[in-house]
């Protein structure tokens, strides 16, 4: 007998049986959860009827305002309605402390897994876009001398193990204007070599219109309608121009007073003449349709200060592109600020013939791009400086980092509070049930035997919240990564809510949630274990 009740399946079988309520059972929590539930479904459906319907009559799409934020509403409704649904099971199998102790440890392991996801994805997402106007490794002159062997360095570093490309570069601050933007506005401009470009960037994914190859072919340019109207075509009727001639005086009617009119009207394209040839410019998204307003194959004039040279030194230089595309990568630091242009239009421009800013190197494995970094320093020597995509971003990934450990830290905190509704409620246990524990002591249990107990209890509680927190937090992970979450890209820069979930980070997770519920047992274990049986039999 007393072999029996010292064994560990005999403590585990009580731990079980203090923790359950079969007596008291109430299911209304969960009836609830499971209405919220069902409401948060029924939105979805009626959105999507409604969204189906509204192109059959005027009435429906005046009525469907009072349903745009069904999807809301159901977000929210399925959010309570699940997490209603658990804590009215967990109700209706345990006792009340109980049940909101595990409760506890739930949302203390499935918060911090949705939280740490997210962030991973928007991590991941930040990744790939500075990969796509960045190339993993750069390479540069460390002692501030014109790199003119680039050609050398680029055959020595193609050769070696884990490079895929190597690019040259220029890259220079210039104003670029507009006759839509005449002020004119700073970009980074940046001279590539387009036969190496599509394997060194992510030109060819990003680009939304026009091509890498129209940089060394501006005769592929196809010109817009739109655009022509806003350069060669208003050269081709000088003496009209927003309603004056060019000395000055009125015409009397402008010319789309004279199309309306009948009287006159431009000829048609094919009677225009071609456009004049000019080297190609990519711009980026924001600055290709909002900061410039043009089109493909509009005229757009690019003045670098210091570039050209006079008598007194110095002075400023101006050379006029026709946009060939433009890119969107998702960063608006890059799509307002950044343009692309042939390397050879950009040293003859910039004044750098025969020398380049730096070389870029496309890796087969950005994750391994530090120890390839490495390997091309000790190969080029000193007077190079080599250096990674994540040290050229070293600050960001490191505000990033730092985050992530923030909000680690501070959703751990809703364990750490359950780990408190532990210890109180095992405290409880401790309190109402002395007498059994002293019944167990007078039969032969032994103290440590007590304590195993009451520490079982803890970790069932601490192992029941733990992997229902799992399934909440790697579910909901899941179906945002499945369906999306949509948000607003004009505001995010970004379509739908990015998640990536990493086994590091929910196992780091798990073992800081299990590790509070197992230290909140100990005190509780300890106060069982040190009760006498005449204190637990005093007043029955």
């Not at 570039?307 to 595309?325: D, I, Y």
């Not at 000193?382 to 980092?401: H, K, T």
């Not at 890209?489 to 519920?517: F, H, N, T, W």
Request: glycine share 10%; charged share 20%.
């Amino acid at each position: 007998m007393l072999k029996a009740m010292s064994g560990p399946g005999f403590e585990w079988f009580v731990a079980w049986r203090h923790l359950r309520d079969a007596e008291r059972k109430s299911y209304r929590t969960l009836i609830v959860g499971l209405a919220l539930l069902a409401l948060g479904v029924a939105c979805f459906v009626a959105e999507h009827l409604i969204l189906r319907a509204r192109p059959h009559g005027m009435w429906l799409a005046r009525g469907a305002l009072v349903f745009e934020n069904l999807k809301m509403i159901g977000v929210v409704a399925i959010v309570i309605g699940v997490l209603g649904s658990v804590l009215g099971a967990l109700f209706s199998a345990f006792t009340v402390f109980t049940a909101f102790s595990m409760f506890g440890v739930l949302l203390g392991t499935g918060a911090p897994i949705i939280a740490l996801s997210i962030m991973s994805g928007f991590e991941m997402d930040l990744k790939s876009k500075i990969r796509a106007t960045k190339a993993d490794v750069v390479i540069a002159r460390a002692d501030d001398q014109p790199f003119r062997d680039w050609q050398s360095v680029q055959e020595r570093v193609g050769g070696q193990s884990g490079v895929v490309e190597t690019m040259a570069y220029v890259e220079s601050e210039v104003i670029v204007k507009h006759i839509t933007n005449p002020a004119g506005m700073g970009i980074i401009l940046r001279g590539i070599e387009p036969a190496r470009a599509k394997r060194v960037l992510d030109l060819g994914r990003t680009l939304k219109e026009g091509g890498v190859d129209y940089l060394m072919n501006p005769d592929l340019i196809k010109v817009d309608g739109r655009s022509a109207l806003s350069g060669e075509t208003e050269d081709a009727f000088p003496e009209v121009q927003d309603g004056q001639n060019k000395k000055g005086g009125q015409t009397g009617d402008t010319r789309q007073d004279r199309q309306d009119d009948g009287e006159q009207r431009p000829p048609p394209s094919s009677l225009l003449p071609p456009p004049r040839r000019l080297p190609g410019i990519l711009l980026g998204e924001e600055l290709f349709a909002h900061s410039l307003r043009v089109y493909m194959g509009s005229e757009v004039d690019v003045a670098c200060p210091l570039c050209g040279s006079g008598p007194n030194g110095p002075m400023p230089k101006l050379k006029t592109f026709r946009v060939a595309g433009h890119f969107y990568s998702g960063m608006y630091e890059f799509d307002s600020k950044l343009a692309y242009i042939a390397l050879g239009e950009a040293q003859k421009f910039l004044g750098m013939q025969g020398e380049v800013t730096g070389i870029e190197v496309r890796t087969t494995n950005p994750d391994t791009a530090a120890e390839t970094t490495a390997r091309i320093a000790k190969l080029l020597g000193p007077q190079y400086e080599v250096r990674s995509w994540e040290e050229l971003n070293r600050s960001l990934f490191m505000a990033l980092r730092l985050e992530k450990l923030a909000m680690f830290i501070v959703l751990t905190f809703i364990a750490l509070v359950a780990s408190f509704s532990i210890v109180s409620n095992l405290i409880m246990l401790v309190t109402e049930k002395g007498r059994e524990v002293a019944i167990l002591k007078s039969m032969g249990a032994t103290d440590g035997g007590i304590l195993r107990v009451f520490f079982a209890e803890g970790l069932y509680i601490g192992l029941v919240g733990l992997g229902l927190g799992l399934l909440l937090g790697i579910g909901t992970c899941e179906m945002i990564s499945r369906f999306g979450l949509p948000l607003d890209p004009d505001v995010y820069y970004i379509q739908k809510l990015p998640v990536v979930m990493r086994a590091g980070e929910i196992a780091s997770v798990a073992l800081a949630a299990l590790g509070l519920c197992c230290l909140a047992t100990l005190y509780p274990a300890f106060l069982a274990s040190r009760m006498r049986p005449v204190e637990g039999l005093r007043y029955e």
